[in-house]
Nanobody, 116 residues
Framework: VQLQASGGGLVQAGGSLRLSCTAS????????MGWHRQAPGKQREWVAR???????NYPDSVKGGFTISRDNAKNTIYLQMNSLKPEDTAVYYC???????????WGQGTQVTVSS
């Protein structure tokens, strides 16, 4: 299964973007799907995850501003990002984890740039 991320772009501070990550096959096999980001010169960090049951988690740095969701029928997860800040500027990656065979897939990344 391949993951294709999209929806990035340039937005002013305070604006919103919605990222999408579509799988080439069914996402039912993935126990956990999520979003990570990597800013220039920084390590990749986790920003949201959702389980197959729909439970969601966020780090404190984005809690209240980011919302992850999944549409199993469309094999897609989303990341709604509101009240964006310049420090949210990064390449955003989606990933999917299958705990059954201990495997993980990553999408190619989509650039998000927030101007001040």
């Amino acid at each position: 299964v391949q993951l294709q991320a999209s929806g990035g772009g340039l937005v002013q501070a305070g604006g919103s973007l919605r990222l999408s990550c579509t799988a080439s096959g069914s996402i039912f096999k993935f126990n956990i799907m999520g979003w990570h980001r990597q800013a220039p010169g920084k390590q990749r960090e986790w920003v949201a995850r959702i389980t197959i049951g729909g439970n969601t988690n966020y780090p404190d740095s984005v809690k209240g501003g980011f919302t992850i969701s999944r549409d199993n029928a469309k094999n897609t997860i989303y990341l709604q990002m509101n009240s964006l800040k310049p420090e949210d500027t990064a390449v955003y990656y989606c990933n999917a984890i299958d705990l059954g065979d201990n495997s993980a897939e990553w999408g190619q990344g989509t650039q998000v740039t927030v101007s001040s």
